[in-house]
Nanobody
């Protein structure tokens, strides 16, 4: 059973970079054909897919966030990370890491099999 756990600061100042890490247990992030995503939920809104890093290291980002988003991984620690730059209060949300197999249709949050518990990130000065 794959388990995911988010970690990172809960408060980020405007214009700074939001950095979160997802630690995975019960499975390897290099296992074919898994997709490992970051998904967020702003207050009062639905789930929004942010980006994905696939089992082979390839990355894809939401078009609306692409210019500010970077997802990377550390295979030795079985972790993947999110960096979102130049944040504004509109980036305030609960951020989830999630996994699905196979990698197809990775943009739809409803298709994910495994979820972390989520971490609240607030952007405020």
């Amino acid at each position: 059973q794959v388990q995911l756990q988010e970690s990172g600061p809960g408060l980020v100042k405007p214009s700074q970079t939001l950095s979160l890490t997802c630690t995975v247990s019960g499975g390897s992030i290099t296992t074919s054909y898994y997709a490992w995503s970051w998904i967020r939920q702003p207050p009062g809104k639905g789930l929004e897919w942010v980006g994905v890093i696939a089992y082979d290291g390839s990355t894809y980002y939401s078009p609306s966030l692409r210019s500010r988003t970077s997802i990377s991984r550390d295979t030795t620690k079985n972790q993947f990370s999110l960096q979102l730059s130049s944040v504004t209060p509109e980036d305030t949300a609960v951020y989830y890491c999630a996994a699905k197999d196979p990698v197809l249709y990775y943009r739809d949050p409803r298709g994910y099999d495994y979820w972390g518990q989520g971490t609240q990130v607030t952007v405020s000065s």
